[in-house]
């Protein structure tokens, strides 16, 4: 139980298949002050890790038949839906077998195209749930409230069966017309038999509203101002860390004929979610000149790792390297 403990001693534990967005959440973790974090890809793993901070219960409570005889020290469970070999609601039945909602906190998680799964996971006894992706300030105000107290609460989030209220319509009132000013003469040379016209000043048109971007396959779609780029997220983050940090050989993919790459030195800004691109040289090594500057989201969603993927730059400097 979290309770009476420092941000950096409270043990958070991520269950979710895929690496990437484990790392992911766990830099947002980091991010707000959480140190002690803990990582399992299948529900074998998260077992393992379970049982491992669990101690007896020797307390008064406990010998009158008052309290549970284990205790977990883990404080937060992260549990995905994509969790192996089953899913993650099934783990999260074996976790409430096991432990009551208020001495294990489940925050339960899923893409957009299982957002269903997220009210099921509630009603099987999940603390809370949210909805992937998130921001750090999104995810920091839903453990919060689970962290904050002995024995967490359980938040009925989701109520598809709510429909939205009506909105009320309001008449406005009538404009008074006002009164047309007088338009000035316009100087020109007097000719006979024509009179001078009024001048009128052509106003700019107006900008157009700004329109809503289409949405992906079925995910989330996000375009980031000012940079035409367009992404979704629905099958999670496509750039692998290294070591849990942003400091490699990416490339973007190129929407040209025949398909195409970019490659830069990617490195996350510190203390910022953003990530800074730097210009290659012919081997692949970074220059230390800056080519652009992106939003976190936008890198996870739209690069790869070249050391992963490949690309013509690394293949160019490996064939150098034999000969």
Avoid at 212 to 230: D, E, L, P, Q
Wanted: net charge positive.
């Amino acid at each position: 139980m979290a309770k009476g403990k420092k941000k950096s001693e409270i043990k958070i534990l991520i269950v979710d298949a895929h690496e990437t967005s484990r790392h992911v959440i766990a830099i947002l973790l980091h991010k707000l002050g959480y140190k002690d974090i803990l990582e399992a890809g299948a529900a074998i793993d998260a077992d393992t890790i379970i049982s491992s901070h669990i101690h007896k219960n020797e307390g008064m409570a406990s010998l009158l038949g008052g309290g549970p005889t284990e205790i977990c020290d883990v404080d937060l469970v992260i549990l995905d839906y994509d969790t192996p070999p089953m899913n993650g609601l099934g783990y999260l039945a074996s976790l409430r077998a096991r432990f009551e909602p208020g001495a294990v906190p489940v925050l339960f998680t899923a893409m957009k195209k299982d957002e269903d799964k997220l009210k099921t996971a509630m009603d099987c006894g999940a603390n809370q749930s949210l909805l992937k992706p998130f921001t750090q300030g999104k995810l920091g105000s839903v453990i919060a409230p689970l962290l904050s107290v002995e024995k967490a609460p359980i938040i009925k989030a989701f109520d598809f069966a709510a429909k939205p209220k009506k909105p009320v319509f309001v008449k406005p009132e009538k404009k008074k017309d006002k009164p047309k000013p007088d338009l000035p003469m316009a100087k020109s040379e007097d000719k006979p038999g024509k009179k001078p016209g009024p001048v009128v000043e052509l106003s700019r048109p107006k900008d157009k509203p700004a329109g809503k971007s289409k949405s992906g396959t079925g995910g989330i779609s996000f375009r980031v101002s000012g940079s035409g780029a367009k992404y979704s997220t629905e099958n999670g983050p496509t750039a692998k860390l290294v070591d849990g940090v942003i400091d490699a050989h990416y490339h973007e993919k190129v929407d040209v004929i025949g398909g195409g790459e970019n490659c830069y030195w990617a490195k996350q800004i510190d203390g910022q979610d953003r990530v800074r691109l730097e210009y290659l040289t012919a081997k692949g090594k970074s220059t230390g000149m800056e080519a652009k500057i992106i939003p976190l989201e936008q890198f996870m969603h739209t690069f790869y790792l070249c050391e992963e993927h490949g690309c013509a730059i690394l293949a160019r400097a490996e064939a150098d390297a034999r000969n």
